[in-house]
């Protein structure tokens, strides 16, 4: 099964970017649309944006400017570029792909951002 492995997360002041990376791993076979999720404090998880395999990307609106989701198939890994950062952007971000026929969500497992005050 394929296994998603992301970076990039960690604490940056408002105003800042980071850049998210999620690797797919493993034996992989028809890897599909990827995106990216997000769970601030006590909130329910909520989907950021995703990408379909042709490069096709979906927003949030309220994100929509400030991030950018982007994909390398060669290297089976998707992006997320964070600009402008806020402190209600600080949450855990998951990355989750879907993969096979039938389709099967696989999801990585976290990686924190930190927006300081």
């Known amino acids: 099964q394929v296994q998603l492995v992301e970076s990039g997360g960690g604490l940056v002041q408002p105003g800042g970017s980071l850049r998210l990376s999620c690797a797919a791993t493993?034996?992989?076979?028809?890897?599909?649309?990827m995106g990216w999720y997000r769970q601030a404090p006590g909130k329910q998880r909520e989907w950021v944006a995703d990408?379909?395999?042709?490069?096709?990307?979906n927003y949030v609106d309220s994100l929509k400017g400030r991030f950018t989701i982007s994909r390398d198939n060669a290297k089976n890994t998707v992006y997320l570029q964070m600009n402008s950062l806020k402190p209600e952007d600080t949450a855990v971000y998951y990355c989750?792909?879907?993969?096979?026929?039938?389709?099967?969500?696989?999801w990585g497992q976290g990686t924190l951002v930190t927006v300081s005050s």
């Open positions: 493993g034996t992989i076979f028809s890897l599909r649309s």
């Open positions: 989750r792909a879907d993969e096979g026929m039938p389709s099967r969500r696989v």
């Open positions: 990408i379909t395999s042709g490069g096709t990307t």
